[in-house]
């Protein structure tokens, strides 16, 4: 049955094992979606007798819980830059008692059979829409106000300056390298999984490399976009500002930042790279 879910993986909130399952406190953020999900989850440390239990290979364990929108408190927070709409308000719960069927564990081996369900890092896989789809309707903003806008004091249409038509043309190939790389990568993970394939960290680094050229390369495709606009872009009723906003919030998210840059080339060095996303 499909079902509308939300929440952080993010092992922020504590889990006290005790008979039966266990006791949950924690407070999230980024609840996207939460007032209208039919399932919320929430990422925790797990403890035993108030010390946290530790994996065989040192690291601490961690669980992700799936609480029952009744269980839990949304709190209002979600006044930021851009992405108004996802309602990605903070989200907590107290003294929650959680079966221990209701968890499960991100790294543990899938138990399911399904290609979909072969490699945890496809829980990032559609993400990626996103500023794709930022980009592209900046895009044909800028182009469309591209030929009714005129610059002053020259009364010339924007279409008609050779700068305008050089960002345009730069803003789409960004844009469409970006989109051709993340279908060439997902397809080729998609194969492997439907053919029983463990993904190798060479093919897993790939996905997180395509990630951040993703997000990049659309927050560039927007910005040339709203280069083109110019004042017009300025304002908050312009789809062009209000695609500026949102691509800064996107942006934002780990899975797109530069900075991730260094796991992803670690692994392809062949380096242990510990946990990541990818």
Request: contains cysteine.
């Amino acid at each position: 049955i499909d079902a509308g879910t939300a929440g952080m993986l993010a092992p922020v909130g504590r889990a006290e094992a005790v008979p039966g399952g266990y006791r949950v406190n924690g407070h999230w953020a980024f609840g996207s979606g939460s007032l209208h999900a039919q399932w919320i989850t929430g990422g925790c440390m797990v403890t035993e007798d108030g010390t946290p239990v530790v994996r065989d290979n040192g690291l601490p364990l961690w669980r992700v819980f799936v609480f029952s929108p009744q269980d839990v408190e949304i709190l209002d927070t979600w006044y930021t830059t851009g992405l108004a709409g996802s309602g990605s308000n903070d989200y907590r719960v107290k003294d929650l008692f959680v079966p221990e069927a209701h968890c499960f564990d991100v790294l543990s081996i899938p138990l399911r059979s399904e290609p979909l369900y072969g490699y945890h890092g496809l829980f990032f896989a559609n993400v990626p829409g996103v500023p794709l789809g930022l980009a592209r309707r900046a895009l044909d903003e800028a182009r469309a106000l591209a030929q009714e806008k005129r610059a002053m004091p020259s009364f010339q249409l924007l279409m008609e300056s050779e700068r305008v038509q050089g960002l345009i043309a730069e803003g789409e190939g960004h844009l469409r390298s970006a989109r051709a790389y993340c279908f060439d990568v997902l397809g080729g993970i998609w194969e492997k999984l439907l053919r029983g394939e463990t993904l190798d960290l060479q093919t897993r680094a790939e996905l997180g490399l395509m990630l951040i050229h993703v997000g990049q390369s659309a927050k560039r495709a927007v910005d040339l976009s709203c280069e083109v606009a110019g004042s017009s872009a300025l304002y908050r009723g312009s789809t062009l500002e209000r695609s500026r906003r949102d691509m800064i919030a996107i942006g934002s998210h780990v899975i797109h930042q530069t900075k991730t840059y260094s796991l992803v080339g670690k692994t392809m060095l062949g380096m242990d790279a510990g946990p990541t996303f990818f």
